[in-house]
């Protein structure tokens, strides 16, 4: 991949890591003063009061980086509108928390300004049923922006410990990098590979390390809205028709982990009656850390969840494995998902025979 780079884009690739955890830690001085603190609640697993600017951090080492290589930010105007919008929002929902709606309605706006100027559609969903091609039509803006927005509510919604949204959003940028390379998209291919390297500049401060027993920073709403939206960005691009270069339930497969807990999440709480965006801990990484698993542990099986669950899209697409049974597969696997989750003692059994956790204590604080 390294070869279908101007020496310049490699070298903004080897910095990038460095200039976004200097960027962030700039950022981090200005936190209190901008309101963008974390404070310890009922509701969250952390103890100390954290800085929300890890994904304001990673916006402006894109755009600063993308810059000095010489290239207009994104190849797109209208994304980079869309990033200026959603990164506003975020800033304001990570100072005040901002309600439901009003970020639904800054998200689908944000979504709405890329399909409104550039022509990254959902256009068609491939083979799904197994009578040819589903083409949407007019539907196309429709699906696009509840796509866009999906999938940051994904990233968001998994947000929940020291490291994790982080880590199972690299997995899916390093796979459509790949698809991107080997597609001769050259442009995506190096903004892929810049975002991976500005995400593992932001794990230098976001996981915990030896020596380190918690996060310097988090990503915020921010963050998590921008992964997103650069995520499904790029996988409309790669895999947004019925002609692109993977198939559009491929796509699918290499986003699954944050898809899967974010709609088997919603699902339960509409079961048991509650709101869909009700704050609990019935996410998956809630499951795991409650069976004994350190906060690192849980976030490595879940990254390797993501990866796994993206190469076996992958592998399924390069065999000519039918779009409409990968399609059947996902739907059964959001089952189990469901069914997992509504049973977790069950799940926490089978894992610790699996995985032995560290310790039975490890984990329980952010």
């Known amino acids: 991949m390294i070869e279908s780079f101007s020496s310049y884009q490699v070298l903004a690739l080897i910095l990038a890591p460095l200039v976004a955890a200097g960027l962030i830690r700039v950022l981090m001085i200005f936190a209190p003063a901008w309101g963008l603190i974390d404070h310890p609640g009922h509701r969250k697993v952390h103890l100390h009061p954290t800085p929300l600017v890890g994904g304001l951090g ?7 980086l993308q810059i000095l290589t010489g290239r207009l ?24 928390e901002l309600s439901h709606r009003a970020k639904f309605v800054a998200q689908a706006l944000g979504a709405g300004v890329i399909v409104s100027g550039t022509s990254v559609w959902v256009t ?54 790949a698809l991107a390379y080997h597609a001769g998209q050259a442009g995506p291919a190096f903004e892929l590979a810049l975002l991976a390297a500005v995400i593992f500049g932001f794990l230098l401060m976001n996981l915990r390390l030896p020596g380190r027993p918690r996060a310097l920073v988090f990503m915020g709403d921010t963050g998590g809205m921008i992964i997103g939206m650069l995520i499904a960005w790029y996988s409309i691009k790669l895999g947004g028709s019925s002609n692109a270069a993977v198939a559009p339930i491929t ?37 795991l850390l409650h069976a004994g698993y350190s906060v690192n542990q849980v976030v490595g099986i879940m990254s390797a969840l993501s990866l796994c669950l993206g190469a076996t899209g992958i592998f399924a697409d390069r065999h000519g494995v039918p779009q409409a049974l990968m ?36 984990g329980s604080t952010r």
């Not at 930010?73 to 005040?96: K, M």
């Not at 739907?331 to 039975?360: D, E, F, G, M």
């Open 327 to 362: 399609f059947l597969a996902f739907l059964l696997l959001w089952a189990a998902y469901v069914v997992a989750l509504k049973h977790p003692a069950v799940i926490q059994s089978i894992a610790r025979r699996v995985l032995s956790p560290y310790t039975q204590s490890a």
């Open 58 to 64: 990673m916006l402006l080492t894109l755009i600063l």
């Open 124 to 177: 068609g969903l491939g083979d799904l049923l197994g009578i040819g091609n589903i083409e949407l039509g007019k539907w196309a803006i429709l699906v696009t922006i509840i796509s866009v927005v999906g999938v940051m509510n994904a990233i968001n919604m998994i947000d929940g410990l020291d490291g994790l949204a982080a880590s199972v959003s690299l997995m899916p940028v390093l796979v459509l990098a």
């Open 251 to 287: 796509a699918v497969w290499i986003l699954a982990m944050p898809l899967l807990d974010m709609g088997s999440v919603m699902l339960v709480r509409l079961m048991q009656r509650k709101s869909p965006f009700h704050a609990d801990q019935q996410h998956m990484h809630h499951v």
């Open 73 to 96: 930010p994104f190849e797109s105007l209208s994304l980079l509108v869309a990033l200026a919008i959603i990164t506003g929002i975020g800033v304001a929902d990570d100072a005040h």
